[in-house]
Structure formats: structure tokens, C-alpha cells
């Protein structure tokens, strides 16, 4: 259980959380050692058990948890603003930019398998991940739901999850082979999908 901790300390905590990040981006999960991430956070282990009495495993959980943040924050602020046919575009784009960036490593998904199987927490924040993607797509789709130009009988919770599903699917092959194709093809088909579903009917007569 994590100390309560005052305000330098909740700093210092998060600082350890963040050095962490970067040194198993650097080195990979299984590569990265308590004695790694001290040196690099010029942390003793008595801090580092201080602000993590769980050891390693709370500390990666830890670390999944912030590179769970920055998996959307990284497509703000573009996931909040989707309310036209260019905002869509315009977060696509970041989609795809932020795993061009990160290639191959995925250090969210490294962690999370690592620890998945002794670890409950580590599936959670992947639920949580996915649920809070997931909400801000449903809100997007309700916005241009009231706009007028997608229907207003499309299933905007289904239609959110099937684009997030393909989305994770290209992520998937990426990891898999360094190609961005299908992830692209996801995006670009699932968009189009979506802003070509018939909207309102126009009045006549």
C-alpha cells in the first residue's frame, strides 16, 4: 500500500515513476533492474522502497499506469475535440504519429503482459485504458450525432468500441512487423465509415 505522502514527496514518487518509464523504454521491461532505475533517478533503495513497499511489481504497475496516461494524452488535444469531419482527421493523424514515433516498443503493452499474470491491478489499467478511449470516441460520435451528419440511430458505444478495436488490431501488426499499413487502413476505413453513415433525412415538400 502506498504511503500517504506530502507534496515533495508525492513529487519525488512520480519523478522515480517517470525514470522508471524512460529506462524501460530504453532497455525493455525484462532488461531493466531496480539497480537501473535507481542510478538513473538518484534514488537509494530505501526511497525507492519507501515510495514502493511492493518493490518491482508496484513500481511497474506504477509505470503502466503512466504510459496508460500518455497513450492519451499523447492524442490531445484532438481525442477531446471531436466535433467536425477535420477534428477526426486531425486525431487520426495523431494516432498514427504516435506510434510512428514509438515504433516497435511498446512499453505499456510490455509491462502489462509481464505483470498480467500475477498481477490483477495490471488488467485494470488496461480496462481502464481501453474504457476511457472509448468514452471520449462515444462523445465524439454523439457530437456529430446532434450536428446532424451521423445518424442519429447508429449505436455511437458499438460504433466507438469497433473503431478502437481496429485501431488496437493495426497496433497489434505494428508491434509485430513495423509496418503502420494496417493501422492506417483502420483508421482511415473506420472514419470514413463512420462520417459516410447517413445522417438525418433532408425535409422535403
Request: glycine share 10%; with cysteine.
Amino acid at each position: 500500500m502506498t504511503p500517504r505522502l506530502t507534496a515533495k514527496g508525492a513529487a519525488t514518487r512520480q519523478r522515480v515513476i517517470e525514470g522508471a518509464a524512460q529506462e524501460i523504454r530504453a532497455r525493455g521491461v525484462t532488461e531493466t533492474t531496480l539497480d537501473d532505475i535507481r542510478a538513473r533517478t538518484a534514488t537509494s533503495k530505501s526511497q525507492l522502497f519507501h515510495y514502493f513497499p511492493g518493490g518491482k511489481e508496484e513500481l511497474l504497475l506504477a509505470v503502466a499506469r503512466h504510459e496508460a496516461g500518455r497513450v492519451l494524452s499523447d492524442q490531445q488535444p484532438h481525442l477531446g475535440e471531436l466535433t467536425s469531419r477535420r477534428a477526426w482527421y486531425n486525431w487520426r493523424d495523431a494516432v498514427v504519429d504516435r506510434y510512428r514515433r514509438q515504433g516497435q516498443q511498446c512499453p505499456l503493452g510490455t509491462l502489462t503482459a509481464q505483470l498480467t499474470r500475477a498481477t490483477p491491478g495490471a488488467q485494470a489499467v488496461t480496462r481502464e485504458l481501453l474504457a476511457s478511449w472509448q468514452t471520449h470516441l462515444t462523445v465524439g460520435i454523439r457530437a456529430m450525432q446532434d450536428r446532424g451528419e451521423i445518424s442519429p440511430g447508429l449505436d455511437a458505444d458499438r460504433a466507438a468500441a469497433a473503431l478502437l478495436a481496429g485501431i488496437q488490431g493495426g497496433v497489434s501488426i505494428l508491434m509485430s512487423t513495423g509496418s503502420l499499413t494496417h493501422l492506417e487502413a483502420a483508421l482511415d476505413l473506420g472514419i470514413d465509415a463512420l462520417l459516410a453513415t447517413p445522417a438525418r433525412p433532408t425535409p422535403t415538400g
